[in-house]
Structure formats: C-alpha cells, structure tokens
C-alpha cells in the first residue's frame, strides 16, 4: 500500500499543474511534495512526470495511474468528511416538502418520532401538491408518490409501494349500487383526483387492460378532500391505501372492483446527487426507508407497528 500523503499530493501536483501550488493545497513545503513525487517514481519503477522548466505533463504510466488515484483520494477525502460528521454529531437543518395528504397522514408523524431521537435537527416541512424545486435550493428533500420517478440531475431512493383502490361508502352502495365491472363506472359519479391522467381510471384484470375516462361532480388535486367527500357518500374514488387505510378497516369505506388493480405507486425520497450529502439527510432517508419498509403495510393499507 502506498502512503496516501504520496498519493494526494501526485493528484495535487497535476490537477494544479505546479509542485508550489500543489505544496499549498496540501499544506506540506515544495521539497517535500517533490520529495513524495520522487519516492513514487522510485518505487513504481516508472516515470510519472515529465517535468520542464514552463509545464508539468503526464507520462503514458503517470495518466494511468493518476486516473486510479484520483478516485482513491476522493474516496478517501469523503470517508474523513463522513467520520468527521459522524463524530459531530447529526445536526443541522433538513427542509422537506411533501403532498399534503402524505404529509399530515404520514411524514409529519415520522417526523416527530425522528426528532425524538435526533434533538439536534431542526425540520422544515411544507405540504404543497406542487413539486419542490431541489435545483434552486427550495429544499433539501422531496417525499413523493409516482409510478416511475421522471427526474433529470436527481436521485430518487425507493422506499415503499403504495396500491391505488377503488372505494365508496356502504351509504352511497346502499343507494346506487356497485360497479362490477370497470366500464359500469360510466355510470356513477366519480370522485375525480386532478392530477396527470387522473380522470383515466386504468385498470388490469382478466380482460386485459383498459382505461376508463370517469367523470363526477367533484375534482380536486388534494386525496384527502376527495376521501372526505367518498366517506360522505358523494361518489367513487380511487385513492392510495396509506390514505384510506384507518376507513377500509372501520367500515366507512369498502373496496370495490378488487378483481381488477389500478397501476401501483411507489414512494420516493428525492434529493441532489451530491455525494457529499449532510449526514442529517441520509439518516433521515434511512429512517423513512426503515419505517415505510413493509410491502405488507402498503399492500394492505395498515399503519406500521
């Protein structure tokens, strides 16, 4: 193994071209980062420099070897900041934004049993129904539900699927009946989510795929209002089980055309690919995943124990 000293300062020395300035970077004087240079080639057995009195350039050994170097001193550069956070402490803001009805059922929960454990953090969290844009720095953190995360300069961590269910009250049963099939939802008032395709119900069953584009006398870009008008007895809706989980197990609501399933989401934390990402973030991800784990859970609309 090679002194990493060494290693770092043959990485100074060519990205800044110069062995002072290189000496500077690495806080060590010019003799002794021509001294690591020196002990290098010799103990290689190669040339890695050519030197001359206006320019320093790589040899055909120096640039292979620079290329692995690099990548080793970064890593190792990264694995100090991280020990040296660790050793800190997590602390530190977390600004997070989420869709409002995640975020009062869900993440505003989570978020108080993580403070519970992590004091030091501070957490911001904005419900909004509209995406957060991470680029211009609005937050740190996204918590979001999509079918396929379509994201340019992000990196979305999977942390839980979550199935789409139709619903409607045993009052508005008892009063227009049941769908039995998808295309009988012509017939009825749909609850409608306003949101991409949101009024082309999509469904799979033994027939195939179909898409039905439903109608009603209420849409909104908000689950829960449109959970609180299916409770009530306004018409069908098709709404994520983490929403109505707590309705379908009391009574209130009652799954319908469970023979045939809508397209499954799942649940993202979105955040920049920085890998210097604050320690803060990544516990808090962790924990998210840690929580949200259960396929079970999700599947079958109950809270996690």
Known sequence: MRDLNALATFVAVVKAGSFTLAADHCGISKALATRHIQDLEVSLGVKL??????????????????????????????????????SRGSHGLIRISTAITFGRMHLLPAVNDF????????????????FADLISGNADLVVRLAEEPRLSNLVARRLA?????????????????VPVMPR????????VYDRP?????????????????VSGNLRSNVAEGLLDAAIA???????????IAPY??????????SDYSLPESTLYAVFL???RLPERIRTFVQFLADRFSSPAYWRAGKKPV
């Open 49 to 86: 420099l050519n030197r001359s009195t206006r320019k320093l350039g790589l040899t055909q050994a120096g640039e292979r070897f620079y290329d692995r170097c690099s990548r080793i001193v970064a890593e190792a550069d990264q694995a100090v900041r991280d020990v040296e956070e660790l």
């Open 161 to 177: 699927p979550a199935r789409w269910m139709v619903v409607a009250s045993p009052d508005y049963i008892s009063r227009h009946g």
């Open 233 to 243: 007895g306004l018409g069908i809706a098709a709404l994520p089980s983490f929403a």
């Open 184 to 191: 009988d939802l012509l017939d009825f008032n749909c609850l």
């Open 115 to 130: 403070l519970v454990l992590n004091p030091s953090i501070q957490i911001e969290v904005t419900l909004s129904e509209r």
């Open 248 to 257: 379908l197990a009391s009574g209130q609501l009652v799954e319908l055309l």
């Open 273 to 275: 690919p920085d890998r």
């Open 197 to 213: 395709k949101g009024g082309d119900w999509r469904f799979k069953g033994r027939e195939g795929e179909q898409s039905i584009k």
